[in-house]
């Protein structure tokens, strides 16, 4: 029931199998839990010796049968941490590799959900304030809730501000996002309303096809363009748009 989320932070699908089953039957020998997540015993055996080493799971001493049974569920979070902690440690020489090869321009694609992380990691970086024409609340994609709440709030941290020109369909079926995001935004007339939109913030632009209101399909594609004089240009134009644009009350 839980696999999926085991293997998101680092389990493979049969480590997931076996510490669930365990947590499921308590203590089993190989066997046992072979017959209980449908696994054969030799790949079983292989992998015990790794969730033994992650310390997700423990043998029963002074037994006949090797038997096992799993730690409680809070080590995982250590697991995450201890990931957490080694990343960080490496960071700083990862960030002065990536200056010494970066160009400061560059055009490039996201694709899907993680795409679309990738693109609201890219405004954390950049830290400077979002430009955005026909948005259309995608922030706010079920799939995207646990991510979103905290770039929110590292947003808040860094001070970025938003300023939304929105696709007219939000003010009326997304009154929700509106209140979280907050003001300044407007609003296109209704002709003009597509399954695009546009976003600029710092040196970006970012272009995205496939876009619905609040909602991010794996298919969705973000055509990003580093490049600071192209970013002013867009800046313009949103300027103008911004200014013929109607604001709201809502």
Sequence with gaps: MYREVL???????????????????????????????GVHKRNIYDIIPKLLKKGLIYQI???????????????????IWEKQAKLKNILPALQEQFKKTATGE?????????GFKNYLRDILTVGEDVYFVGAKGGWFDADLHIFIQKFLRQAREKKIKYFHIFDAEVKKFAPDLLKELGKPYRFLPKQYSTT????IFGDHVVTFSGLTLKDITEDVTLVVIVNKKL???????????????????V
Excluded: M, Q
């Design 7 to 37: 293997e998101e932070i680092g389990l493979s699908p049969n480590e997931a199998k076996i510490y669930e089953g365990l947590l499921d039957i308590g203590i089993a020998s190989v066997p046992a839990i072979s017959l209980k997540i």
């Design 61 to 79: 001493a002074d037994t006949k049968e090797n038997l096992y049974a799993a730690l409680e569920p809070e080590k995982l979070s250590d697991l």
């Design 231 to 249: 970013a002013d240009c867009y800046r313009t134009w949103f300027k103008f748009i911004w200014d013929h644009c109607r604001s709201s009350s």
């Design 106 to 114: 560059a055009v490039y694609i996201y694709k899907g959900v993680e």
């Design 196 to 199: 695009g939109a546009i976003d």
